[in-house]
């Protein structure tokens, strides 16, 4: 079963259970939303358990951990045909998941932007990841929509660091609504590092949030080439907000099996593919001249 059947699987496994998980994961069916978006020591106090019970209770269903489970419950709740408002997992909760893979994305994506001079930077934790493996290049002019992306630079001492403006998200430690886009409308960057919440071949990129898709396009505009990072989580999440389609990306960096029909496509499309395998010191050579299959 893939992800989008987690809210199935509880229904029918659930049953099978100790009495402890079958306990969570009534709850999980129940107050969907509130396990989705509540701390874990909160959903402890609510059901009486421990954290490790917790835990294990994510294990049952495949799952590493709370993190990877609630991303992928809300996955399951919003692929039900029926389920009217999707629950967007928390920017937390995303951070944790596939850690090993966005840094070896990030730093593969660093070695695409030496000749730069100046870029913008996406939010979000691979490019919180990607800003931190800047520290051996030369100084740039970077402009960001995260805050900790700003930090990460900043901390490296060398970098001309802009912030566009808007309001902050405490959640995302991000900057979004209409002033991203008016920030941007004067200036042109040489390339956008982007990250995205669902990555497609068929459907292009999107997000969880309108106000993100807007920024995010104005970013692109902004921009004389699109980087995309996009870990394998990225490529199983339901497209609710469309940011682009393909054809205006230059550069896709993963950690997708080199030969997945899912990267096929996206070569077709022209674009750039580059495959990284998290647990080796250095990418793969799966490099895909633009524009073959």
Same mark, same amino acid.
């Given at each position: 079963?893939?992800?989008?059947?987690?809210?199935?699987?509880?229904?029918?496994?659930?049953?099978?259970?100790?009495?402890?998980?079958?306990?969570?994961?009534?709850?999980?069916?129940?107050?969907?939303?509130?396990?989705?978006?509540?701390?874990?020591?909160?959903?402890?106090?609510?059901?009486?358990?421990?954290?490790?019970?917790?835990?294990?209770?994510?294990?049952?269903?495949?799952?590493?951990?709370?993190?990877?489970?609630?991303?992928?419950?809300?996955?399951?709740?919003?692929?039900?045909?029926?389920?009217?408002?999707?629950?967007?997992?928390?920017?937390?909760?995303?951070?944790?998941?596939?850690?090993?893979?966005?840094?070896?994305?990030?730093?593969?994506?660093?070695?695409?932007?030496?000749?730069?001079?100046?870029?913008?930077?996406?939010?979000?934790?691979?490019?919180?990841?990607?800003?931190?493996?800047?520290?051996?290049?030369?100084?740039?002019?970077?402009?960001?929509?995260?805050?900790?992306?700003?930090?990460?630079?900043?901390?490296?001492?060398?970098?001309?660091?802009?912030?566009?403006?808007?309001?902050?998200?405490?959640?995302?430690?991000?900057?979004?609504?209409?002033?991203?886009?008016?920030?941007?409308?004067?200036?042109?960057?040489?390339?956008?590092?982007?990250?995205?919440?669902?990555?497609? =071949?068929? $459907?292009? &990129?999107? %997000?969880?949030?309108?106000? !993100?898709?807007?920024?995010? /396009? @104005?970013?692109? #505009?902004?921009?004389?080439?699109?980087?995309?990072?996009?870990?394998?989580?990225?490529?199983?999440?339901?497209?609710?907000?469309?940011?682009?389609?393909?054809? =205006?990306? $230059?550069? &896709?960096? %993963?950690?997708?099996?080199? !030969?997945?029909?899912?990267? /096929? @496509?996206?070569? #077709?499309?022209?674009?750039?593919?580059?495959?990284?395998?998290?647990?080796?010191?250095?990418?793969?050579?799966?490099?895909?001249?633009?524009?073959?299959?």
């Amino acid at each position: 079963m893939t992800e989008t059947d987690l809210l199935r699987r509880l229904e029918t496994e659930g049953q099978t259970l100790t009495p402890k998980l079958r306990a969570i994961a009534a709850y999980a069916l129940k107050e969907t939303e509130t396990f989705i978006r509540n701390t874990s020591r909160e959903l402890c106090a609510d059901l009486g358990v421990s954290e490790p019970t917790l835990i294990r209770f994510c294990r049952e269903f495949g799952h590493t951990g709370l993190s990877e489970f609630r991303i992928n419950l809300a996955l399951s709740l919003a692929h039900q045909s029926d389920a009217g408002t999707f629950i967007e997992p928390l920017p937390t909760d995303r951070r944790l998941v596939n850690m090993d893979a966005k840094r070896a994305i990030a730093e593969r994506a660093a070695q695409l932007v030496t000749g730069d001079s100046s870029f913008l930077i996406d939010n979000g934790s691979t490019a919180e990841f990607f800003a931190s493996a800047l520290a051996d290049h030369a100084p740039m002019t970077v402009m960001t929509t995260g805050l900790i992306v700003a930090r990460n630079l900043l901390s490296l001492g060398k970098h001309e660091v802009m912030m566009t403006g808007g309001t902050i998200r405490p959640d995302a430690m991000a900057m979004t609504g209409r002033l991203v886009e008016s920030s941007l409308a004067h200036m042109r960057f040489d390339a956008f590092v982007m990250s995205a919440d669902s990555v497609s =071949a068929a $459907a292009g &990129l999107s %997000t969880y949030r309108e106000d !993100e898709a807007h920024s995010n /396009r @104005a970013m692109i #505009a902004a921009s004389s080439r699109v980087i995309v990072l996009a870990d394998s989580t990225k490529f199983s999440k339901p497209a609710l907000h469309n940011i682009c389609r393909f054809n =205006a990306v $230059a550069t &896709l960096v %993963t950690d997708l099996p080199e !030969e997945s029909d899912e990267l /096929r @496509a996206i070569r #077709a499309q022209g674009v750039e593919v580059f495959c990284v395998r998290p647990d080796a010191s250095a990418a793969s050579d799966a490099r895909t001249v633009k524009g073959t299959a």
